[in-house]
């Protein structure tokens, strides 16, 4: 399913919630001690990484910046064990 297709039956108010892998799902609880003030910071990639991050974001349907993101939270997580307050 694309996500122009998720968007679609989620704003038809359909349950989407069949599409949806809850098992990571980061709870609001966790979220709350969090800092959210964002930081700006450069980072360097081989083309060829960049033309993968593209790739696999198209294919979730969103942008670079978000799966970059993503995937930093979600290997932090796996690393640390949790999300940590700043």
Do not use: H
Request: glycine fraction near 4%.
């Amino acid at each position: 399913m694309t996500a122009k297709e998720f968007d679609k039956k989620f704003d038809n108010g359909e349950d989407v919630s069949e599409y949806l892998d809850f098992s990571n799902a980061i709870k609001l609880k966790d979220v709350k001690g969090l800092k959210t003030e964002t930081k700006k910071v450069n980072v360097d990639f081989p083309e060829w990484i960049i033309e993968y991050l593209d790739q696999e974001a198209k294919k979730i349907g969103v942008t670079r910046q978000s799966i970059i993101k993503v995937w930093i939270a979600e290997r932090l997580k796996e690393e640390t064990g949790c999300l940590k307050a700043s």
